[in-house]
């Protein structure tokens, strides 16, 4: 299977409109097999091993029939990255159109991120914020931080305050007020997200598709914790977002709005997804063959790719492939 991988393996690099992660070109590989186009997209500073579950997503939309999918749309969130002059911030929200959700991006500085937070209140006084911290808080600081953040916006829920599930089950304990815990990175940046003990820890689950190993495992996970679930995406391609919103459709229940929108943030891709009345339709793409060769990448970062693609299956993706018995 290795080979068909290989032969089918094209890679873009997709510009970005900010340097959202501190990213200013998204480089995305993609691969078509019998059913279709998978995307391959870890980020660039990833080792083989976290790698695994991303290729194992991408060949499993190459190989297997699409899941039953319950919804034919699904309700997006805006994302903000951390920006704050107010100009770039309302340009930011124009690219979500009648998105009531906001994911702001904080964390890094308490003093910016509450003049971001107040300034998206300010320019969509109704939406409802959720925000993501990335774990970059101790206990204290997010206890500190939440309640000055919940006094100034309609606060949907904060995705990973803390790093580690103590602390965020210690949080928990402690903050004092009704706010929402969703878990990302520990449920994803773990060995095995089905081990994991969620209880009193979290409330919401994120779900990306890629990082976890595709659609069958991420709602094996979902229906394993029983949490709701909030499917999200990493900057990935118009592929890679419609095999999260095949995701998002394919979930017994779906309450909140997903983070799947980050298209809006590349100012190329390589098929058009848009973002309709705060809606994505769900739909499988394949990717434009002239946008795959406009925005293809160097011939040396094509090499490194496909020698990451070899690395990333011999270090596991290829026994779990075998497991399943998928077939190309
Ligand atoms: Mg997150």
Same mark, same amino acid.
């Given at each position: 299977m290795l080979d068909s991988i290989l032969e089918s393996l094209r890679?873009?690099?997709l510009p970005t409109k900010t340097d959202f992660r501190s990213i200013k070109v998204r480089e995305v590989a993609l691969i078509e097999g019998p059913k279709g186009w998978g995307e391959f997209s870890p980020f660039v500073e990833y080792e083989p091993t976290e790698c695994i579950p991303w290729l194992v997503s991408a060949v499993e939309a190459a190989t297997l029939t699409p899941p039953e999918i319950l919804r034919s749309q699904i309700a997006v969130n805006a994302t903000m990255p951390?920006?704050?002059g107010k100009d770039e911030i309302a340009e930011v929200l124009s690219w979500f159109p009648g998105c009531t959700t906001v994911k702001i991006k904080v964390g890094a500085d308490l003093k910016d991120d509450l003049a971001r937070?107040?300034?998206v209140c300010d320019l969509a006084p109704t939406a409802k914020v959720r925000i993501d911290v990335n774990g970059m808080w101790s206990i204290g600081k997010a206890t500190q931080a939440i309640h000055a953040i919940y006094d100034i916006c309609n606060l949907e829920y904060v995705e990973q305050p803390c790093s580690t599930l103590e602390d965020l089950r210690e949080l928990k304990k402690r903050v004092g007020i009704p706010v929402l815990i969703a878990g990302d990175e520990v449920v994803?940046? &773990?060995?095995?997200?089905?081990? &994991?003990d969620l209880h009193d820890a979290i409330d919401i689950l994120l779900l990306k598709v890629a990082p976890l190993g595709g659609i069958k495992k991420s709602l094996e996970i979902a229906a394993h914790h029983g949490k709701p679930v909030v499917v999200s995406s990493a900057l990935d391609s118009a592929v890679g977002i419609s095999y999260g919103l095949q995701l998002a459709a394919s979930l017994p229940s779906l309450d909140y709005a997903c983070g799947v929108g980050t298209g809006a943030l590349l100012s190329a891709d390589v098929a058009t997804l848009p973002i309709v009345g705060g809606m994505m339709k769900v739909n499988s793409v394949a990717p434009d063959r002239d946008r795959m060769k406009e925005y293809a990448i160097s011939p040396e970062r094509f090499d490194w790719w496909r020698a990451?693609?070899?690395e990333t299956w011999e270090a596991g993706a290829k026994d779990w492939i075998l497991r399943e018995g998928w077939t190309w």
């Open positions: 890679v873009v690099a951390a920006i704050n937070i107040a300034t994803r940046k &773990v060995g095995n997200p089905m081990e &994991v990451r693609v070899r």
